[in-house]
């Protein structure tokens, strides 16, 4: 197990010197009341005073329950500034716009939200002297599971090295809210959504994995699977680059 002790103290002098040489005013980030936003809430709040936490239910009922209480109840608990933005009009008014010009598949319209969620924090970002700080997890970046331009995207990542196993026993350490620690992962994209269920994998399969190698046949196909299928989401962009 990590020094979870000495993990916090690296982290949050990461944060201030990163705030420091960029001279911006504060930081923004997502609040889902999902386990990784609440322990990059937690760290940048350490860092920085001026962290402000976005709420941005958008689409599915469970953005508007139990996501935005355990929102609310990690804010409340940590004394950090929430502000809630309800993206589903625009989202609705996406969807219909681009109904117009294509027949959107399943993907295409979830992965609206978590765009729509990156704009949002971009624009306080902008308005308001911040930088983005980015919430997943290195579980989710070796499955691929994460939106391109969506929730892959931001200024800094306190938490990118970390895989799903130690971000539960940071938050434990951390003493956070029991409910944080219990609650299923999900994206939240639509109700009944879980990360596990979407994947067809425990996490601890593939945390154990990404330490290991190991894991069961069927386990290590769907792991490699993603993990394959999603390159182009870790790789930099395609550029022309003329032949010598």
Known sequence: MRDYEKEFEGRVEFIRKLMKKSGA????YGNSGGKDSALVGILCKAACNNTVGLIMPCGSKRNYEIDARDAAIVAEHYRIETRTVDLTPVREAEIASLGAVTELTDAAAANIAPRLRMATLYAVAASEGRLVAGTGNKSEAYMGYFTKWGDGAHDFNPI????????????RWLEAPVRIIEKAPSAG????????????????????????GE???????????FHARSEHKRSGIAVYEEEA
């Open 189 to 212: 994209l639509f109700d009944g959504q879980t990360d596990e269920g979407e994947m067809g994998v425990s996490y601890a399969a593939v945390d154990r994995y990404i330490a290991t």
């Open 25 to 28: 005013a504060g930081i923004v």
């Open 160 to 171: 990118a090295d970390l895989t799903v196993t130690e971000i539960y026993e940071f938050l």
């Open 215 to 225: 894991a069961s046949d069927e386990d290590k196909a769907i792991i490699e699977a």
